[in-house]
């Protein structure tokens, strides 16, 4: 069935009214008639399997002929501040990175990265990644949308990241501690940002400057990934090493 999701108050007492893009996939695309059946995610971890009733040109109703809480998402929730990154290459990493499990993404602005200024990043832009994100989740039966956070200057994120959770900071000049030595003494770590930089990779200041707020550099392995690689490989083998891709 097709899953979609949809605001909670959507759904009233199994009774649902849906409105908006959502009226144009069901009718127009899918071509669904009532009598068929959708599931709705309401953002919260419970999915709703419905019943078409009605279709109208505005307007989708249904009732609700059962409801069961998801458990798709992973246990340690791993948030990546990805280096803006040039072309459609930023898009691919969150239509992927929400299908492995990644709880939530920032765009930052780093020394390297191609984007000027973080008024480059426009409305529209930002409105394609947050349909990317949500077709992806739909399409991997995530339970709740990954958040998309603003994009913010790196000084920022590094602050922010301190506050708590396990940093970690793939680069390639790293030789001496490995992504699975950082994760040991907190197998079980709950949060975990993920620092990757742009196509050029961070600077050693910025590296210098991350590591004061608490982020440790880690090293990915002998080969060099690309910037939309590495921290879907990072968040990946993580997700494995605690237990989440097992």
Not at 118 to 129: A, F, K, P, Q, Y
Not at 190 to 219: C, D, M, R
Request: hydrophobic share 45%; net charge negative.
């Amino acid at each position: 069935m097709h899953r979609f999701f949809i605001p909670p108050k959507s759904i009233h007492d199994n009774r649902v009214l849906l409105r908006g893009t959502i009226v144009h996939q069901i009718r127009d695309v899918l071509r669904m008639r009532p009598g068929e059946n959708i599931v709705l995610l309401d953002n919260s971890g419970w999915a709703h399997q419905t019943e078409l009733v009605t279709i109208d040109r505005d307007t989708v109703r249904g009732r609700v002929v059962e409801k069961w809480k998801l458990e798709t998402e992973p246990s340690a929730r791993i948030t990546l501040y990805q280096g803006l990154l040039k072309g459609q290459k930023f898009d691919w990493v969150l239509q992927k990175g929400t299908e492995i499990g990644i709880a939530a993404f920032a765009p930052i602005l780093t020394a390297r990265c191609i984007v000027g200024s973080l008024n480059d990043v426009s409305d529209g832009r930002v409105e394609r990644w947050e349909r990317i994100v949500v077709e992806a989740a739909e399409q991997a039966g995530r339970a709740r949308l990954p958040h998309l956070g603003a994009a913010m200057l790196f000084s920022h994120a590094c602050e922010i990241a301190g506050r708590g959770g396990l940093s970690l900071m793939p680069w390639e000049e790293e030789h001496t501690r490995g992504l699975r030595e950082a994760l040991q003494p907190i197998p079980k770590a709950k949060e975990i940002n993920l620092f990757i930089g742009p196509e050029g990779g961070f600077t050693e200041e910025e590296v210098a400057a991350a590591q004061e707020h608490g982020v440790l550099p880690v090293s990915l392995g002998p080969r060099i990934l690309r910037a939309e690689t590495a921290g879907l490989a990072a968040a990946a083998a993580i997700l494995y090493e605690v237990g989440d891709l097992g």
